[in-house]
Each structure stands twice: as C-alpha cells, then as structure tokens.
Nanobody
Framework: HVQLVESGGGSVEPGGSRRLSCSAS????????MAWFRQAPGKEREGLAF?????????IYADSVKGRFTISKDSAKKTVYLHMNDLKPEDTAMYYC?????????????????WGQGTQVTVS
C-alpha cells in the first residue's frame, strides 16, 4: 500500500505561481509512475503532468499546462513537485497526485491505483 500526501495548495492571484508537493510513503515500489491530476467542480479529472520516479524518461505534459507547469522529483525523498507559473482562473481546481506500478498510463487517470487526498488551488 502507498500513501500519498499533497501539500502547497492555496489562493493565488492570476499570473502568480505556486508549488505543490506530493510525498509518498509505504510500499514505494508502487511509485514508479507518478502524475499530477486536477478536477474542477462539474468537470472530469484531467491529467496534467507525468514523470518516472526512478530512471530516465522525459516528463509528459497536457497541452493545457505545457510551458506553464513543470513536474520535478526528488527520488531520495519519494517526493514529486508541480511547479505552476502564470496561473489563470481556469486553473482553479482540486489537485491530486497519483502513483502506480508500470506499465505507466501517463496522463490517464484510470491507470493509477493510489491517489492522494488532494490540495485545493484557487486562482482569483
């Protein structure tokens, strides 16, 4: 079993920046595939960014955040970050991190077994 804990959410003005963190504990073998998702009220969960916790491979981003959001990792700390820049009101959502064993489903939510409780980001 894996526990994922997100932090870093809050309120930010348009154009501002925010860094979210996701710390993993437990059976961290299941954190090989790590991703960030978000879900706004009345909308489907959206995959934002993906990274391999160990090993190489380039991160993958959704078009909606490419160039504004960056995913990074600290494998030793089993922590993944989402650096968000130039935030817009439409970025307002609950943000979740997720993990799984391979094969990695990248930005597809159904492929992830473990989810954090989410952290709210409000841009206004």
């Amino acid at each position: 079993h894996v526990q994922l804990v997100e932090s870093g959410g809050g309120s930010v003005e348009p154009g501002g920046s925010r860094r979210l963190s996701c710390s993993a504990s437990g059976n961290t073998a299941s954190t090989y595939c790590m991703a960030w998702f978000r879900q706004a009220p009345g909308k489907e969960r959206e995959g934002l960014a993906f990274v391999y916790m160990t090993g190489g491979g380039s991160p993958i981003y959704a078009d909606s955040v490419k160039g504004r959001f960056t995913i990074s990792k600290d494998s030793a700390k089993k922590t993944v970050y989402l650096h968000m820049n130039d935030l817009k009101p439409e970025d307002t959502a609950m943000y979740y991190c997720a993990s799984s064993l391979p094969p990695c489903s990248k930005l597809v939510a159904s492929g992830y077994k473990y989810w954090g409780q989410g952290t709210q980001v409000t841009v206004s």
